[in-house]
């Protein structure tokens, strides 16, 4: 009990900084004896309650982004249904093989961000439009790179934080601590169509004792990530992310 609440802990204060905090809970969930499907489901639930105070924590910086989230919303809850549909009827091999090429991609979009940010920001000035504009192209990039990572989390939640951040970083003018917040808040709403789903579909087959410790830690450690990850500089915040990608490729890959 004690190593699943703090599993959620960790879990909870990654996720706001970062994303990815279920390559903490899912091996604690399967290391102790919970069969992956079942650990997925309660890992999804439970993490819930973090991404809760995550997004409060971050509040403030989503300020000013409703224009834009107001279409990536629909997109991250339409790809989590999906992605959930996917999980109760497709052996869960068939996406776990794709995801370190996936994290893969999203550490090289968050690496090179600000190179390609600052290669579009010349066009743009050259051409004599806003650099802080977003085109309707990029902005339809965008929907589709939201609903893409909506369904990859609905089906399986690690590192949906590291792909969102990756696909931002690339297509939006924005600072890493706005991207983040934003973040927070569409993996939170693909995790709460997952657990819905997952609720009513196969409620029987949720371990709740282990979901209730993980709310119970990532309620905790979503507050404390948002609290001091909000501290960190964005090229910190980048290094940090870039960070535990890497050690979830590793540990992805080990398995």
């Known amino acids: 009990m004690i190593l699943i609440a703090l599993a959620g802990m960790g879990a909870g204060a990654i996720n706001s900084l970062v994303g990815s ?17 079942t650990a997925t489901m309660s890992n999804a639930i439970g993490l819930v309650a973090g991404g809760v105070s995550g997004t409060w924590g971050y509040r403030r910086e989503l300020s000013g982004q409703w224009n ?3 279409w990536q919303i629909p997109a991250s809850l339409t790809g989590a249904g999906i992605g959930a549909f996917l999980l109760l009827h497709l052996p869960e091999k068939v996406f776990t093989k794709i995801v370190p090429v996936l994290l893969i991609g999203a550490l090289a979009l968050v690496v090179l961000g600000p190179r390609i940010q600052a290669y579009a920001r010349r066009r743009a000035e050259e051409a004599g439009r806003s650099v802080d504009q977003v085109s309707a192209a990029r902005m339809t990039a965008l929907v589709a790179g939201t609903f893409a990572v909506g369904v990859y989390g609905g089906y399986f939640t690690a590192a949906q934080g590291i792909l969102l951040m990756g696909v931002m970083g690339v297509l939006l003018p924005e600072d ?14 693909v995790n709460v169509v997952a657990a819905v ?10 371990s709740w004792a282990a979901a209730g410790l993980i709310a119970v830690g990532s309620l905790i450690g979503g507050w404390l990530g948002a609290h001091y990850g909000r ?18 490729l590793y540990r992805l890959l080990s398995v």
């Open 176 to 189: 890493m601590q706005r991207m983040n917040a934003a973040k927070n808040l569409l993996s939170l709403l």
């Open 21 to 37: 905090g279920t390559l903490i809970t899912f091996p604690t969930l399967v290391t102790l004896g919970y069969p992956p499907v």
């Open 197 to 206: 789903a997952y609720t009513a579909v196969a409620f029987d087959r949720i």
């Open 231 to 248: 501290r960190l500089s964005p090229n910190a915040l980048r290094a940090v992310i870039v960070v535990v990608g890497l050690i979830g």
């Open 68 to 70: 834009r989230l107001r």
